[in-house]
């Protein structure tokens, strides 16, 4: 592995359908960033984890769900997916956490829930 | 909280001319502002960024440009290339968060 990786890379969901999308770094970063980007509105933020334990909601958490167990790991997780989650979500890492700190993004994952 | 508008949505330059993004903010407490390249298919990158301590900051053919005062930022790149096809975003912190603006998508006409 080298850098930020994301599965899958596509995925059609039914709605309803629970589904998680995965998220994984080799760069030993503390920080770990889940957005969406919608085309119009540029890239949102979902959830954040500045460090291995710890969780925080961005500007659009309602109906997801993240957890950090280790330093490598982000999944982003739908419980019960709705249409209006159809996008293209990217997960991100930086070196730190906070604002100033570059994001490194992975490949992406589009989602379309039918 | 935090609002970013990004104009235009779409720019198409001539290769070899000037291309400018402008970016406005709302929130006068912002003080970092990152602008990243999104290439066709491929994941954003960081392309230059600019805290509010500074005025300008050049990297090559691309530079950034802050005015505090009225809440806005901007993008140059000069003499652009064919490479430079993309959608740049702008970004301006918020507390804990980057909030970003909505896209430019520019295209570098032959």
């Known amino acids: 592995i080298a850098g930020i990786t994301q599965a899958p890379t596509s995925q059609i969901l039914a709605a309803g359908r629970r589904m998680t999308l995965r998220c994984t770094q080799d760069?030993?970063?503390?920080?770990m960033y889940w957005y969406r980007q919608d085309l119009g509105l540029g890239l949102r933020l979902i959830h954040y984890s500045n460090t291995a334990g710890t969780t925080g909601k961005g500007e659009v958490p309602d109906g997801y769900s993240v957890s950090r167990a280790n330093t490598d790991d982000f999944p982003l997780t739908l419980a019960s997916a709705v249409p209006s989650q159809t996008s293209v979500y990217f997960c991100?890492?930086?070196?730190?956490?906070?604002?100033?700190?570059?994001?490194?993004f992975g490949p992406g994952t589009r989602l379309t829930v039918l | 909280g935090e609002n970013v508008e990004q104009h235009p949505s779409t720019l198409s330059v001539q290769e070899g001319d000037s291309a400018v993004i402008k970016c406005t903010y709302s929130d006068s407490a912002s003080n970092y502002f990152p602008w990243y390249k999104q290439e066709l298919g491929k994941r954003p990158q960081l392309i230059i960024d600019?805290?509010?301590n500074v005025g300008e900051k050049k990297d090559q053919r691309i530079a950034v440009t802050l005015n505090k005062t009225a809440k806005h930022f901007s993008l140059h790149i000069t003499e652009t290339q064919p490479e430079d096809s993309a959608v740049y975003f702008c970004?301006?912190?918020?507390?804990?968060?980057?909030?970003w603006g909505a896209g430019t998508k520019l295209i570098i006409k032959p």
């Open positions: 970004a301006a912190s918020s507390s804990y968060q980057l909030i």
């Open positions: 991100a890492s930086s070196e730190q956490g906070g604002v100033y700190n570059e994001q490194f």
């Open positions: 600019i805290r509010s």
């Open positions: 760069m030993r970063h503390n920080a």
